[in-house]
């Protein structure tokens, strides 16, 4: 199973942007869904956008929708979280995972609850 390595976060203020990095310890095309999660302080963790390495197929919460990106570079078994005019409550650890069944919206909506590799992730901080 895929294990991840999470980068990019800090201290930025609303309105701004950031990109997150996420490096994975193989091929990312193994896994059938990549996804990006965050868990903010006190809260559940939740999926942002998740992303079908099959059909290309997106999903994207709607609280970030517009505003968040998911891309991969498969030659380099990246994944990306583009994130623009970022809020307070984007104020998170964000994390990626995988899973090699189901769909994109799936591992979003229900995918924070299941067993992955779960790395440190990446702490955003949205203040001014």
């Known amino acids: 199973q895929l294990e991840f390595v999470e980068s990019g976060g800090g201290l930025v203020q609303p309105g701004g942007s950031l990109t997150l990095a996420c490096a994975a310890s193989?091929?990312?095309?193994?896994?059938?869904?990549l996804g990006w999660f965050r868990q903010a302080p006190g809260k559940e963790r939740e999926g942002i956008s998740c992303?079908?390495?099959?059909?290309?197929?997106?999903y994207t919460a709607d609280s970030v929708q517009g505003r968040f990106t998911i891309s991969r570079d498969v030659a380099n078994n990246m994944l990306y979280l583009q994130m623009n005019n970022l809020k307070p409550e984007g104020t998170a650890v964000y994390y990626c995972?995988?899973?090699?069944?189901?769909?994109?919206?799936?591992?979003?909506?229900?995918?924070?609850?299941?067993?992955?590799?779960w790395g440190q992730g990446t702490q955003v901080t949205v203040s001014s």
């Open positions: 193989g091929f990312i095309l193994d896994a059938k869904i």
């Open positions: 992303i079908n390495n099959a059909d290309g197929i997106i």
């Open positions: 995972a995988a899973e090699g069944t189901g769909t994109s919206q799936d591992m979003c909506v229900s995918g924070a609850s299941r067993r992955h590799n």
